[in-house]
């Protein structure tokens, strides 16, 4: 069965750096896709970064790109999510989801490779708190 497991989560200062990991199970690297959203009490899930399966190609959304880096160890089986530069508007929990590659690619076509509907696994999250 496809499971996801976040871990890295924790308590980081401001303009701290902090990692993620997503390890992953239960199916094929190369026909799905990874990516990385985060939810803050009180708000929507929103996507921060997301990595193909096939060539590594990565997206990620205005706030994040400059800050964070998402990559893939595929001897692990896992996608990490490299935060620097961290602000207290980044806490949030943190959770990694897979999307089909065949529906992926429809949403990448539109436009909206970051689209929370289109990741049909996700994991538990993993709480990022930001402050001093």
């Known amino acids: 069965q496809v499971q996801l497991v976040e871990s890295g989560g924790g308590l980081v200062q401001p303009g701290g750096s902090l990692r993620l990991s997503c390890a992953a199970s239960?199916?094929?690297?190369?026909?799905?896709?990874v990516g990385w959203f985060r939810q803050a009490p009180g708000k929507e899930r929103d996507g921060v970064a997301c990595?193909?399966?096939?060539?590594?190609?990565?997206y990620y959304r205005g706030s994040a790109k400059g800050r964070f880096s998402i990559g893939r160890d595929n001897a692990k089986k896992s996608v990490y999510l490299q935060m620097n530069n961290l602000k207290p508007e980044d806490t949030a929990i943190y959770y990694c989801?897979?999307?089909?590659?065949?529906?992926?690619?429809?949403?990448?076509?539109?436009?909206?490779?970051?689209?929370?509907?289109?990741?049909?696994?996700w994991g538990q999250g993993t709480q990022v708190t930001v402050s001093s």
């Open positions: 989801a897979a999307a089909h590659y065949a529906v992926w690619l429809l949403y990448k076509e539109a436009g909206a490779p970051l689209a929370t509907e289109q990741y049909d696994f």
């Open positions: 990595i193909t399966g096939n060539d590594d190609t990565t």
């Open positions: 239960g199916f094929s690297l190369h026909h799905y896709h």
